[in-house]
């Protein structure tokens, strides 16, 4: 028979997680992001990457954690989970435009990795106004063994060019962290 739904969920964990009112700095917000990554390692329900999207006052509107293996489907990395619960929760396609089309931005995205060839498509398209990246997709191939797949040579111009800012290298180094504590974990060998 064939499928006419997906159903694509979080770890149980993710309901006990005490979240702040707020996130004020781009710092707040990605030890929030990275902290996922690392309890998403932790409980064994994902790959080693974290993502959250914050509102114009700096509030979670969502959060997403790797989910590909647990789910059996390849689109479930922290960023697209994040992305689609945060457009659930607002019913909004363009997280950054309400139903009259006027913007309600800024809307941030920390994620505890560079966004895939994947995820960096789906940024383009889900309405957000920043970018904070974590660790470099050379962190997360030489770390955790992940092909992080091809992205434009000029790939945060291209972000800048439709009014994304793009802020990396945050925490990298508490990110490089837990990819390292994944490889432990899982026992990926080189
Ligand atoms: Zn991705």
């Known amino acids: ?15 006990d997680l005490q979240l702040e009112p707020s996130y004020p700095s781009d710092d707040d917000k990605m030890a929030l992001a990275i902290e996922l990554s690392r309890l998403n390692v932790e409980h064994g329900t994902g790959g080693p ?12 509107v969502s959060v997403g954690v790797n989910r590909v293996v647990p789910q059996s489907c390849s689109v479930a990395h922290g960023e697209m989970m994040a992305y689609m619960t945060a457009q659930q929760r607002t019913q909004r396609f363009r997280l950054n435009r309400d139903e009259n089309d006027q913007p309600v931005g800024p ?27 974590a660790a470099r997709s050379n962190d997360v191939e030489e770390l955790a063994g992940f092909d992080e797949g091809p992205l434009p040579a000029n790939w945060v111009g291209e972000l800048e060019n439709r009014g994304i800012e793009v802020v990396t290298d945050l925490q990298r180094d508490a990110a490089r962290e837990v990819l390292q504590q994944y490889r432990d974990t899982v026992g990926v060998v080189y």
């Open 107 to 133: 809307i941030t995205l920390a994620t505890s990795g560079q966004p895939c060839c994947q995820c960096y498509g789906a940024t383009v398209w889900a309405g957000i106004d920043r970018l904070l990246i």
């Open 49 to 60: 990457f974290g993502a959250v999207v914050f509102d114009a006052h700096n509030r979670v």
């Open 1 to 15: 028979m064939l499928y006419a739904q997906v159903h694509l969920t979080l770890p149980a964990w993710t309901h």
